[in-house]
């Protein structure tokens, strides 16, 4: 079942689930599939590589070391030696998002291509914010922040925060699903015009490699870009709140 140019329902309960009819029908996307095969892989290599870690590293030891000091330090450099502590989630978020930005080149839509998949991902850096903000300085001495400079200025803050997590999702959202549409259209162009020169029997030609050098901008470059922005301001966002 095709939902247009959103992700394609792979499974629909049909009705209501009994208990839990307030929801509606119980659709599984292919957001949610892709997701799902994206973390297991994660959780498989990660399990893999960690396995038999030796004194005296092997080649595949010493690339795994290399991206862990490369998410330490990237870490400490942008929020602080005393925040270092974060790097795991920021480097599995980094992880995630560039293997999920990634996807569109095995032929997979990018959950980061559906909105609750950024969305989701911004509201667990808006929670982080306001938790570790509030941790760090005292719930009362965090809140009466919002009233800095003036009193008057707290509905505006208050705005300010609010939008942070609207910023995050729909930016990274925006710039994957940007892509994935132009190239939709690309290869719509690529098979009329096909058509037209070869031939409406003819297979579509032009589809053949012209798009490869677009799929390296949209899918190589913007995804793993996109990734290091959202990872980026996630760092600094959390790191400003604790400061």
Sequence with gaps: MDTGFGPI???????????????GNFQITETVTVT????????LLSIRATRNLKKVPGRGQIVLEML??????????TMGEDKK???????TLLIFLAISNLAGLLGFRPPTADVNTTMGCAMITFTMIHVFGAKRKGVGTYLKG??????????LNIVGE????????????????????????????????????FGPAAPPILQTGIPAVLHIYFDLFAG???SFIFTMLTMVNVSMAMD
């Design 162 to 197: 609010l939008a942070t997590p609207i910023s995050l999702g729909f930016r990274l959202f925006g710039n994957i699903v940007g892509g994935l549409i132009i190239m939709k259209l690309i290869y719509g162009a690529l098979a009329g015009l096909s058509a037209k020169i």
């Design 36 to 43: 799902w095969l994206i973390m297991a892989v994660v959780v």
């Design 68 to 77: 862990v000091d490369s998410i330490n330090n990237l870490t400490a450099q």
């Design 85 to 91: 502590s974060f790097a795991p989630y920021m480097g």
């Design 224 to 226: 793993v870009l996109q």
């Design 146 to 155: 919002f009233a800095e400079p003036l009193a008057p200025m707290l509905p």
């Design 9 to 23: 329902i792979v499974w629909d309960s049909g009705s209501p689930i009994p208990g839990l009819e307030i929801l």
